[in-house]
């Protein structure tokens, strides 16, 4: 008899995403057993572990799950905070992630104006999850959108790293963007942290902007330093 395959750290994380998955889906649509929300969970990890990704993978979702999950008790007793729908939000966020297209959160937010309605969730649910989803293209909900403060924030968090984590999340969007030349790379990504060094804050919750914003500021500064 053949020895059963090790399992691998990927085998592990698909297998708690899934379980968080099915969990969250069953708790959106009421309790509902039908269908069986196992084959959406399964497609969408199929999409976060495609081959492009290097930084928008499925360690990135369980990230920003996870930063959700740390925000959202500061936040649960604002007027219209909906947990469930940040959580399929940050599911569905990067869903469609292809680096050298610009439409890719709109296409997501129609990949869950799809998938959301068939897997049983209701309608305002849906529109509020897609909702959610565009506004990762700023980034910048308004100040009473608590919501979209929430998905901004956890999304964003990974700016606040530890310069070894950082440095990390810096290699791997350098990785996705590998079919663009180095000095063509640097003008861009260097735009990039000057415009998100121009915004007044980079976090929009209270706890971010006391926990986050001053460790985000500074490694973006160091970047940018170093792009120079």
Do not use: I
Not at 44 to 65: F, T
Not at 108 to 114: I, T, V
Not at 139 to 165: M, Q, R, Y
Not at 213 to 227: C, F, K, P, V, Y
């Amino acid at each position: 008899m053949n020895a059963p395959a090790a399992r691998t750290p990927h085998d592990d994380l698909h297998a708690v995403l899934l379980s968080r998955w099915n969990a969250l889906l069953r708790r959106a649509r009421g309790g509902a057993t039908s269908p069986d929300p196992a084959p959406y969970g399964q497609d969408l990890l199929g999409r976060w572990a495609e081959p492009q990704r290097r930084y928008h993978d499925r360690s990135h979702l369980l990230a920003v799950l996870n930063r959700v999950d740390e925000l959202a008790p500061h936040v649960s007793g604002d007027a219209g905070f909906e947990l469930d729908a940040v959580l399929l939000a940050a599911w569905f966020h990067d869903a469609v992630y292809r680096p050298d297209r610009s439409e890719n959160e709109e296409r997501s937010a129609r990949l869950a104006e799809r998938a959301l309605p068939e897997a049983g969730v209701a309608d305002a649910l849906t529109a509020e999850t897609a909702r959610l989803v565009r506004l990762t293209v700023t980034h910048d909900p308004t100040a009473d959108d608590t919501n979209g403060a929430v998905l901004c924030d956890a999304d964003l968090a990974v700016l606040a790293g530890s310069p070894e984590e950082y440095a990390r999340y810096a290699a791997d969007v350098r990785e996705e963007y590998g079919f663009v030349p180095d000095p063509l790379f640097r003008e861009g990504r260097a735009e990039v942290l000057r415009q998100l060094l121009s915004h007044e804050r980079l976090f929009h919750t209270r706890y971010g902007q006391d926990n986050w914003e001053h460790t985000a500021r500074r490694n973006l500064a160091t970047e940018l330093e170093l792009l120079a």
